[in-house]
């Protein structure tokens, strides 16, 4: 099932995944030639078992000089040409090789009409074997991950009231059932504009995202006039019912042992996905590295230093003042509001 699907893939996947499986490889752009004191990137597809083209970029140092291989999973709505910014001299530092994807349907991978959780965990260990990135997985950093309301652990006190509960639930049954008026409720009513989603909902962002929304341009899909196109559509739907729909297993479940390098990283001041739920994701797996920022919002990868905090973190395990991962276990759920 998938909870062993993903316990195997912590054990016999790729070397790093910065968070959040006859193979034929195409490449449809040329490598560009590597500076001296450059990032090296290129853009180029691979054909997967079931016919589908997957995206990729490739950053950092060549991958036959890295010492540190790392693939980048992007988030909802965002592509391979997500922003990270983590310094070129800390990445020439360290040796660090960085693999960006576009997710199924996302940016110029093919659509997945099968997509799944299993589904997304193949493509990752896909790739991985494609370019020959590694046996092992030895680390995994999440930065302000999902958090889905049905997972059995989540104390129902804490989430009751939630009103993003409310709005996930009502949008995965117009999903489901009636997703032609969802496009249509989404593109006439929740934004009146042409601006993106992310800018006419400030609610959801404290004063640092909102900064951060002013000059960055990771989410490409989140326009109005993207979300008109009904195959945009399709895939932020496809992957929202992924993410918030029916799992058969929780984080409580996976197998986080000693050995495990496992962190997340949250701020405090996340309106989407509320600090308390990681908490509680933290006190059934106190293994987790758990790094909280205090005034950070849903956007905290996007904010200067946060990145080579990340990186010193999950590959020297080097922790900043300002990040080093809370206290374990908590006796008490509530305590936190």
Known sequence: ?????????????????????????????VTNKCLMG????????????????????????????????????????SSKDMNFSASKELIQELGVYLLFYDR?????SDANTKRSLKSEVDDIAELADHLEIGPKLSGVAFVAPVVNYRWPSLPKKLIKKDYRRGIIRWCLRISRFAPGLLHWWVVQKVIPSNSSVLESNPVYFNSHDVEVLKRTTGFPMLTKDKLRERNVFDTLRDDFVACFGQWNFEPADLNITEESSV??????????????????????????????IPQGGHLIVHYDGTCDAILRSLLLGEEHKMYKPMIRYYSDYYHYH
Not at 56 to 69: I, Q, T
Not at 104 to 108: A, L, Q
Not at 265 to 278: A, I, M, N, R, S
Request: proline fraction near 4%.
């Open 1 to 29: 099932a998938h909870k062993d699907k993903i316990d195997h893939f912590f054990d016999h996947s790729i070397s790093s995944v910065f968070l959040p499986d006859s193979r034929q490889i195409i490449f449809s752009s």
């Open 38 to 77: 450059d990032t090296c990137e290129n853009s180029n597809r691979v054909k997967l078992r079931d016919g589908r083209l997957l995206a990729y970029r490739e950053s950092g140092v060549p991958k036959e000089e890295a010492k540190y291989k790392i693939i980048l999973v992007h988030g909802f709505g």
């Open 104 to 108: 199924s349907g996302y940016g110029d």
């Open 263 to 292: 962190h997340i990283w949250h701020g405090k001041e996340d309106k989407v996905v509320p600090f308390q739920l990681q908490r509680c994701i933290l006190q059934k797996q106190p293994l987790i590295n758990y790094h909280e």
